[in-house]
């Protein structure tokens, strides 16, 4: 089977794009298939090289290097979405790059016959609408207007988009195909969730690596360490830990925040919390594992989220999480068995409470901790890579 993939970029730093880089990997190694990338730029992910013209019966993933243009981030998004296809358009006329199919995670492109929904920017939108007075965003007017800009162009996207029901729609979570079917009235929505690659994501591996990441960051033995990894931080929740760890003064925590996004707004939040000592603020990483060494809880109340795959890393090494009933990965949890389930992301009160208990009682989180992990071992990359093929092999059955 040939495909075109189309992504912006690949990597392992970022939730969606490892998602993807892990579907590849499989999708060439256990099914032949024959993989054109059309990116601007990729990392952490085996390529095979170039060949000089598309030949039948060649299985591997082969990168087309996609032009990027600098500048704002709406501009960046809709030189993208043209400029991927007229990529694909030339190779098909100039080297017969015809595809047996197009895959996109999310609207990269509009002629996609396979589209992983990661997240919905109708959602975000309503998340976004809704933060009045509840972030820390000292921004300027001109960042806040592009943001909302962007935002509408996207949604006006996803609704000429998604609304095509030649396209074929697969969630990352129950909640995603709910969203799905509330915005766009799409009731056949296959529900395909993330995985985790237990090889490299245990106990075993995290604690063998425990003291030299805490002694780098140096973190004492006594100390009790918060996670959070992520790139839009008011949305996975960040704002709520740091009101709840102005409650816990009386115990000696950090909080170890990984990703990327403007610092400013919430160091300040911090500073007026009197924690801002407390929290270190680290970019995204290849190597995450180090960092789930480091720490003694996941904590994410996220305020939206279609998967939350940091939780289910978190959940295979071992360590307990807390989440919201907004992240799609809380559809698989079983509140204060494997993990823990906010109904209310905002009540840092709440959050204040179970984290103090968390701190209070190891024999809690470890037995917690035991139960994430052996809930994380059903989540393979393999069984969510045969679920995907099954999906191609019926479009292609289907397709016009």
Known sequence: MRLAVVSPFVDRRHGTERALAELLERLARNYQCEIHLY??????LSLDPSPAKFSPNISGIFWHRVPALPGPQLFQFLFWFYVNR???LADRLFHRGSFDLVLSPGIN????????????????????????????????????LHRRAYYGLLTRFEKSIYSNREVRLVAVSPRTAESIAKYFHRMDVAVIPNGVDTSQFSPAARLAQRSEARARRRIRPDEFVLLLIGNDWANKGLPAILEALSRLSDIPLKLLIVGTDVQEPFQEMAKRLNVLGQCLWEPATQDILEVYAAADLYVSPSREDSFGMPVAEAMACGLPA?????????????DNVDGFIFQDPLDFRSLAELIRKL??????????????????QEWTWDRNADSIWQVLKKKIKTRP
Not at 115 to 133: K, M, P, S, W
Not at 322 to 334: C, E, K, M, N, R
Request: glycine share 6%; aromatic share 6%; hydrophobic share 45%.
């Open 39 to 44: 990116s601007q730029g990729v990392a952490d």
């Open 86 to 88: 007229l990529c694909r």
């Open 109 to 144: 492109c509009g002629d996609a016959q396979v589209i992983f929904v990661h997240a919905l920017f109708h959602r975000l939108r309503e998340v976004l609408q809704q933060e009045t007075g509840r972030v820390p965003e000292r921004v300027s007017l001109v960042r806040r």
């Open 322 to 334: 807390i989440t919201s009933v907004f992240a799609g990965v809380a559809s698989l949890l079983h």
């Open 359 to 376: 701190f209070e009682e190891p024999e809690l989180r470890n037995r917690v901790g035991q139960a994430a992990t052996k809930a994380a």
